[in-house]
Structure formats: structure tokens, C-alpha cells
């Protein structure tokens, strides 16, 4: 079976534009998540998405938006982009509501790099 | 909140030697905690995880972690490493959102860098 993919690999935006990053979670995953990672810190927590409706938002602006397709596949949309927007972004698939119970499975992230 | 420290960034080891990866939590009724690997250019792979119960956890791969209540610890050890565990290992903790659903806290992590 295929993990979670995301789309594209790598990235590199202008400060100031708008930016549209992809996963297609694990088939028969309904969760997605996703995590912003700077360069030498760890995952930080951006959106979860259950059954197509936003369950959780992390401490990150109104400049990002997300949400989910009836498919469960999911986009991270980023706009007006800042230099410190600059990271790899991970989405992570899991059968259920937590990680507790239900394994975060990750993809390999896109690299977003702001010019 | 709810946070973990990891107060190595890096870790130098021969191979065959063994190895501490620490890991630190703040305190709480209830604690979920995990070790995560990512390799280069990769996503983040589940080690282990501490739910309840037994109080040492073991992964497929060697690693092995204990769950310390009165240290509030979780670190994570391997008697010896290979090459190949190269890698940056990630310490988190499971933390309760007001929808009802958790989140990972990550901590900084630790880069093992194994030598020959």
C-alpha cells in the first residue's frame, strides 16, 4: 500500500505570494494532520482534520488554511508568504481521532523555501 | 502546557557502542509519550510509544525506552547502534485539544551521528 504522499517535493516562493501544498493520506486514513518543521527544531503542530472538518488548530496565523476533501486527501494553503514561513511541511495520516490510539503515519513533507 | 526537552542536540557514538538519547516531560495526571526517527530527506517514522502499563517499551529495531514517573523522564536507549541508526530522533508527548482530539508536541531533537 502507498503511505502518505505530498505534492510537490519542494518549493520556492516570493515573499508576498500564496502557496497550496497536498497529501493524500493512507487509504482508509479519515485523519490528517498537518506540521510545520524549521530547519533545527521540531514538528510544530498546524491543523488536524477529521472526517472532513477541522478538530484542532495550532498557534499559527490566519494566513493558514487547510481542509479536507470528501477523498480524505487534504490541502495546506499558506498566503502572503514571509521569510520565516521558510520550512519542510509534514502531513501525517492515521485511521482515528489521536495519535494515542492510532499511529501517526508521515509523509516525507514539501520544502518550502521564501525568497 | 504540556512539553518535553531534549537537552542533546547531538549525539556522537562509535557503532556497537551503546547509546541515551534523553528526553524530558512536565508533569501530568496522564502522559502519552512517543520516540519518532526521521532519516534524511524523510518524514518522521514511529519508534515507540508509552501509553500505560509496563514501564519499559521496546521497538522492532533495538531501541528500547523507560517511562520514569518520578524523573519525568522517557529516554530512549539502544545497548549498541549501528551505522544505520543515523538518523534525528524526535521525543513527544500526546496533548489534549478543547475539540476533544490531541496533538504531538515535538521536542528539539537529537541528531545520533553513528561513526564507524
Known amino acids: 500500500d502507498a503511505g502518505v504522499t505530498q505534492s510537490p517535493t519542494h518549493l520556492i516562493k516570493t515573499r508576498g505570494q500564496h502557496v497550496t501544498l497536498r497529501c493524500s493520506p493512507i487509504s482508509g486514513h479519515k485523519s490528517v494532520s498537518w506540521y510545520q518543521q524549521v530547519l533545527g527544531q521540531g514538528p510544530q503542530f498546524i491543523f488536524q482534520y477529521y472526517e472532513k472538518e477541522e478538530r484542532g488548530r495550532g498557534n499559527f496565523p490566519d494566513r493558514f488554511s487547510a481542509r479536507q476533501f470528501p477523498n480524505y486527501s487534504s490541502e495546506l494553503n499558506v498566503n502572503a508568504l514571509l521569510l520565516g514561513d521558510s520550512a519542510l511541511y509534514l502531513c501525517?495520516?492515521?485511521?482515528?481521532?489521536?495519535?494515542?490510539?492510532?499511529?501517526?503515519?508521515f509523509g516525507n513533507g514539501t520544502r518550502l523555501t521564501v525568497t | 502546557a504540556q512539553s518535553v526537552t531534549q537537552l542533546d542536540s547531538q549525539v556522537p557514538v562509535f557503532e556497537e557502542a551503546p547509546v541515551e538519547l534523553r528526553c524530558n516531560y512536565s508533569?501530568?495526571?496522564?502522559?502519552?509519550l512517543f520516540w519518532y526517527v526521521q532519516y534524511p530527506n524523510q518524514g518522521l517514522q514511529l519508534l515507540l510509544k508509552?501509553?500505560?502499563?509496563?514501564?519499559l517499551v521496546e521497538s522492532i529495531n533495538g531501541f528500547e525506552a523507560e517511562f520514569n514517573k518520578s524523573q519525568t523522564s522517557f529516554h530512549l536507549r539502544k545497548p549498541s547502534v549501528h551505522i544505520s541508526d543515523t538518523a534525528e530522533y524526535f521525543c513527544a508527548v500526546s496533548v489534549a485539544l478543547n475539540t476533544g482530539f490531541q496533538k504531538l508536541v515535538f521536542g528539539t531533537g537529537t541528531r545520533l551521528l553513528v561513526s564507524p
Open positions: 508533569s501530568s495526571v496522564s502522559v502519552y
Open positions: 501525517a495520516s492515521s485511521l482515528g481521532r489521536t495519535a494515542i490510539y492510532s499511529p501517526l503515519h
Open positions: 508509552y501509553l500505560s502499563g509496563s514501564t
